[in-house]
C-alpha cells in the first residue's frame, strides 16, 4: 500500500502556472498507474490527467496543450505542471494511484485561478 502526500496548490492569476507534486510512501512505485484529478464545489471529480507505468499518458480534452503530467520514480514523485490557468481549473486536486485492485487517494490541494 502507499500514502500519498500532495503540494503546491494555492492562488494564481489566470494565465499564470502552478506544479503540483505528490509524494510518494511505500514500494513499487514505478508499477503503479499515477494521476491527477479534480473536483469542483458542486461538481463530480474528474480526471485531469494520467500516466502509466509505460509512461503513456492520457489528459481531459480541457488541459491538452497546458498540463503535463510526469513521474519520477527515483524520487517516487508525481508532478502536475500546469500552464496557462483558467478560472474553470479552480478546483481541489487530487493524486490518484491505481494498481490492480488498489486504488489510493491523497488528501487533496487547492487550485484557485482568480484576479
Known amino acids: 500500500q502507499v500514502q500519498l502526500v500532495e503540494s503546491g496548490g494555492g492562488l494564481v492569476q489566470p494565465g499564470g502556472s502552478l506544479r503540483l507534486s505528490c509524494a510518494v510512501s511505500g514500494s513499487l512505485f514505478s508499477i503503479y498507474a499515477w494521476a491527477w484529478y479534480r473536483q469542483a464545489p458542486g461538481k463530480e471529480r474528474e480526471l485531469v490527467a494520467r500516466i502509466r507505468s509505460n509512461n503513456n499518458t492520457n489528459y481531459a480534452d480541457s488541459v491538452k496543450g497546458r498540463f503535463t503530467i510526469s513521474r519520477d520514480n527515483a524520487k517516487n514523485t508525481v508532478s502536475l505542471q500546469m500552464n496557462n490557468l483558467r478560472p474553470e481549473d479552480t478546483a481541489v486536486y487530487y493524486c490518484?494511484?491505481?494498481?490492480?485492485?488498489?486504488?489510493?487517494w491523497g488528501q487533496g490541494t487547492q487550485v484557485t485561478v482568480s484576479s
Open positions: 490518484n494511484a491505481l494498481l490492480g485492485s488498489i486504488n489510493t
